[in-house]
């Protein structure tokens, strides 16, 4: 059995676009400008948004942390979308989700400028990437993708099981992997809290990619010998036989199911650093498509 590390992939993309970075100042270019805005202070949040910003930092990229109170209105949040898409120095820039619920998601996405839409959410860049077009990724989808090409992992003609269908993973993903693409060329079957014979489908299964949002909900039972897991889920879990009372888990049960798999991520340093590494990415191609 493979660990699938995405902390270390993750920093070889970061360590690739650094340099790339350093060959753009060498000529005298603008480094690429990454923006995000937090509304409230949701923990989970402001982690992952932290996380962003230090990654910005490491590699040389310019960031802007526009943190805004929990009580923002819809309003506000959508004119400062509005400055940001007519910022020219800003590249990309994305906005932190979950929102508060006096603010419509929808709405909000459809405001982002495709051209500077990084976490790839805007219906355009989602139509781009359905067709097979030139166009920024989802970051966690891109980064599942790019795990399993640099670690050589066989994907066409397998079966594989996407396990959720939300707009963020399961649905990009279950497009991607069936698309003509190097880690792609698959046969997808898209599964839910509702779908029926639920452990038929898994067992099925070459490569499994668990983003159902249940934590450890996929069990050594549910699994062939050989499969591949990618585990996109991360819940904390009571356990007090931790200093802080809890431990991270993904949604699949790690210790049954890596004793089946030849290659699983962990949760963490699976598949979130290499989210953030795909988001840097796509802010590297604005960059790129600026200066066209």
């Given at each position: 059995?493979?660990?699938?590390?995405?902390?270390?992939?993750?920093?070889?993309?970061?360590?690739?676009?650094?340099?790339?970075?350093?060959?753009?100042?060498?000529?005298?270019?603008?480094?690429?400008?990454?923006?995000?805005?937090?509304?409230?202070?949701?923990?989970?949040?402001?982690?992952?948004?932290?996380?962003?910003?230090?990654?910005?930092?490491?590699?040389?990229?310019?960031?802007?942390?526009?943190?805004?109170?929990?009580?923002?209105?819809?309003?506000?949040?959508?004119?400062?979308?509005?400055?940001?898409?007519?910022?020219?120095?800003?590249?990309?820039?994305?906005?932190?989700?979950?929102?508060p619920k006096q603010i419509d998601e929808q709405k909000v996405l459809m405001a982002v400028d495709p051209n500077k839409d990084v976490d790839g959410f805007h219906p355009t860049n989602v139509g781009r990437m359905t067709l097979d077009l030139p166009t920024?990724?989802?970051?966690?989808?891109?980064?599942?993708?790019?795990?399993?090409?640099?670690?050589?992992?066989?994907?066409?003609?397998?079966?594989?099981?996407?396990?959720?269908?939300?707009?963020?993973?399961?649905?990009?993903?279950?497009?991607?992997?069936?698309?003509?693409?190097?880690?792609?060329?698959?046969?997808?079957?898209?599964?839910?809290?509702?779908?029926?014979?639920?452990?038929?489908?898994?067992?099925?299964?070459?490569?499994?990619?668990?983003?159902?949002?249940?934590?450890?909900?996929?069990?050594?039972?549910?699994?062939?010998?050989?499969?591949?897991?990618?585990?996109?889920?991360?819940?904390?879990?009571?356990?007090?036989?931790?200093?802080?009372?809890?431990?991270?888990?993904?949604?699949?049960?790690?210790?049954?199911?890596?004793?089946?798999?030849?290659?699983?991520?962990?949760?963490?340093?699976?598949?979130?650093?290499?989210?953030?590494?795909?988001?840097?990415?796509?802010?590297?191609?604005?960059?790129?498509?600026?200066?066209?």
């Open positions: 059995m493979t660990i699938l590390d995405g902390k270390k992939v993750s920093n070889d993309i970061k360590e690739e676009i650094a340099d790339h970075v350093k060959s753009m100042v060498s000529k005298g270019e603008k480094v690429p400008h990454l923006a995000a805005i937090l509304v409230g202070s949701d923990g989970a949040s402001m982690t992952y948004v932290n996380a962003k910003v230090k990654a910005c930092e490491r590699i040389g990229f310019k960031s802007t942390l526009i943190e805004l109170p929990e009580y923002t209105s819809e309003e506000e949040l959508l004119e400062e979308i509005h400055a940001l898409n007519t910022n020219d120095d800003i590249d990309g820039f994305i906005v932190q989700l979950p929102l920024f990724l989802p970051a966690t989808p891109y980064g599942i993708m790019e795990l399993l090409e640099r670690y050589q992992i066989e994907t066409s003609g397998k079966n594989v099981v996407v396990m959720g269908r939300s707009h963020i993973v399961g649905r990009p993903m279950s497009i991607l992997m069936s698309q003509k693409r190097k880690a792609g060329d698959a046969t997808v079957t898209v599964v839910h809290s509702r779908s029926k014979n639920l452990e038929e489908i898994t067992k099925s299964a070459d490569i499994i990619v668990a983003a159902i949002g249940i934590s450890e909900f996929l069990t050594g039972d549910m699994v062939k010998e050989d499969v591949v897991i990618i585990d996109v889920g991360i819940t904390r879990v009571p356990d007090a036989t931790k200093k802080n009372g809890y431990r991270l888990a993904g949604d699949v049960e790690f210790e049954s199911v890596s004793k089946k798999a030849s290659y699983i991520t962990p949760v963490p340093g699976g598949v979130g650093p290499m989210t953030i590494a795909m988001l840097l990415k796509n802010t590297l191609l604005a960059r790129e498509r600026h200066l066209l």
